[in-house]
């Protein structure tokens, strides 16, 4: 089973500033096909996961250019440009390389 | 737009079962896969278990294999995980969640439906 970690585990952020958060697996997640089967989930308040980054770099459809995603093999990357209010929650990586099973790192909370 | 609404959830004592459904709509059921993941009370995201597009590969996490079955109705559109044996550690918010094709990431959530086990 491939396992997620995630740093920070809680990041506070400032409105306007940049933000980032690191996704590391155990194994790679780089297929010969070229992509990275990574990807990015925020949970905001009260809500389901959404999707934000797919395939380690690719914003889902309406996710705002603030964010993006980048790294490939075992390590990742998710960059906020500019932290907005509506930004908090909490951010998963998940891969999907090898499954059975699909598997989620412990989440980051971003809070204001 | 799409849409997924679980049921079926509640307080249940342990040992005994519990279904939940998923009705889909907004898009094309039988060309997609679909997942059920969980959530513990305060805590991340676990993958529970997966059907391709036709049923054809059914897949489980080893914390309910032997126990969930995972299954779906193309023609009403659900998707289903009947869970049996059911253990205290089995509680959490249950969601259905759309695969990006037939096996490959989760591109849509429903609201979730929490199941509580306990006496």
């Known amino acids: 089973e491939i396992v997620m970690t995630q740093s920070p585990l809680s990041l506070p952020v400032t409105p306007g500033e940049p933000a980032s958060i690191s996704c590391r697996s155990s194994?790679?997640?780089?297929?010969?096909?070229?992509?990275?089967?990574l990807h990015w989930y925020l949970q905001k308040p009260g809500q389901s996961p959404q999707l934000l980054i797919y395939?380690?770099?690719n914003r889902a459809s309406g996710v705002p250019d603030r964010f993006s995603g980048s790294g490939s093999g075992t390590d990742f990357t998710l960059k906020i440009s500019r932290v907005e209010a509506e930004d908090v929650g909490v951010y998963y990586c998940?891969?999907?390389?090898?499954?059975?099973?699909?598997?989620f790192g412990p989440g980051t909370i971003v809070d204001i | 737009e799409v849409q997924l609404v679980e049921s079926g959830g509640g307080l249940v004592q342990p040992g005994r079962s519990l279904r939940l459904s998923c009705v889909a709509s907004?898009?094309?059921?039988?060309?997609?896969?679909m997942h059920w993941v969980r959530q513990l009370p305060g805590k991340g995201l676990e993958w529970v278990a997966g059907?391709?597009?036709?049923?054809?590969?059914?897949e489980y996490a080893d914390s309910v294999k032997g126990r969930f079955t995972i299954s779906r109705d193309n023609g009403k559109e659900s998707l289903y995980l009947q869970m049996n044996s059911l253990r205290a550690e089995d509680t959490a918010l249950y969601y259905c969640?759309?695969?990006?094709?037939?096996?490959?990431?989760?591109?849509?959530w429903g609201q979730g439906t929490r199941v509580i086990v306990s006496s």
């Open positions: 969640a759309k695969d990006w094709s037939n096996w490959n990431f989760f591109d849509s």
């Open positions: 907004g898009f094309t059921f039988d060309e997609q896969g």
């Open positions: 059907i391709t597009y036709n049923g054809g590969r059914r």
């Open positions: 194994q790679s997640l780089l297929h010969s096909n070229g992509f990275n089967y």
């Open positions: 395939l380690g770099s």
């Open positions: 998940m891969q999907s390389r090898q499954t059975p099973p699909f598997t």
